[in-house]
């Protein structure tokens, strides 16, 4: 699935004239180092280059949960420290690549705390009125991988980031979803797709 592609890929062009690219953050959904996940995630290391990617695992980091206790509405940071580094690369990237398997249609425990942490850039927005509470403009890629039909579970996933991507600066360029893993794992096609559309992503950067 391609999201506004064209028209967020041209707007990344003109505004990429004036910042130079800081590299590319990988959210790696998954808890396994050589599963489907690692498959995807094989052509964005070989296209962006492995040295430029900052890959922050939720599955080793275990974030803690938001528990909503409002400290992000007074203050610009989270009042747990956990995520800082995490934080701190979010707001430099250029790309933001998230990569997860889909669990029971949604993402892994670990995955949706780490987005839920997000929420200190929303309150910087709508409490703050920080305009905007991330400087830095990036393309997004979304990949999952899904046991049987990820379609559906996809286009949950990926609405729910185009919300939390809003407040990041963050503009959605392509996603890609492999199905039927637990069947056939991730085919030949489908990572040539993710290839391709790093390869889009990077002639823009
Ligand atoms: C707890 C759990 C829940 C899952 N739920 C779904 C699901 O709702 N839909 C689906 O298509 N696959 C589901 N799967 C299968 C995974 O999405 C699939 O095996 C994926 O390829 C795993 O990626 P990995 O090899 O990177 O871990 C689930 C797997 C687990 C462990």
Redesign the pocket.
């Known amino acids: 699935m391609k999201i506004e592609d064209s028209t967020n890929l041209l707007l990344a062009q003109r505004i990429n004239k004036k910042q130079n690219l800081a590299g590319v953050l990988v959210i790696f959904g998954?808890?396994?180092s050589g599963?489907?996940?690692?498959?995807?995630l094989d052509p964005v290391l070989a296209v962006f280059g492995a040295e430029n990617c900052n890959i922050f695992s939720p599955f080793q980091a275990a974030p803690r949960f938001c528990d909503d206790c409002g400290w992000c509405k007074a203050h610009t940071e989270c009042k747990h420290r956990d995520l800082d580094e995490f934080y701190a690369a979010l707001e430099v990237c250029r790309v933001l690549v998230m990569?997860?398997?889909?669990?029971?249609?949604?993402f892994?425990a670990p995955v949706k705390a780490a987005l839920d942490r997000l929420q200190r850039y929303y309150s910087a927005r709508f409490f703050q009125n920080i305009r905007p509470p991330v400087k830095t403009v990036k393309l997004a890629l979304t990949l999952?991988?899904?046991?049987?039909?990820?379609e559906k579970?996809a286009e949950y996933m990926n609405a729910a980031l185009g919300k939390i991507y809003t407040v990041l600066n963050c503009r959605p360029a392509s996603s890609v979803t492999?199905?039927?893993?637990?069947k056939f794992?991730?085919s030949n096609e489908e990572v040539e797709k993710v290839r391709q559309e790093c390869l889009k992503i990077k002639s823009v950067m």
């Open positions: 998954s808890p396994h599963g489907n996940c690692a498959r995807l990569v997860c398997p889909v669990y029971n249609a949604g892994p999952f991988a899904a046991g049987q039909n990820g579970a492999a199905s039927n893993t637990d794992g991730v």
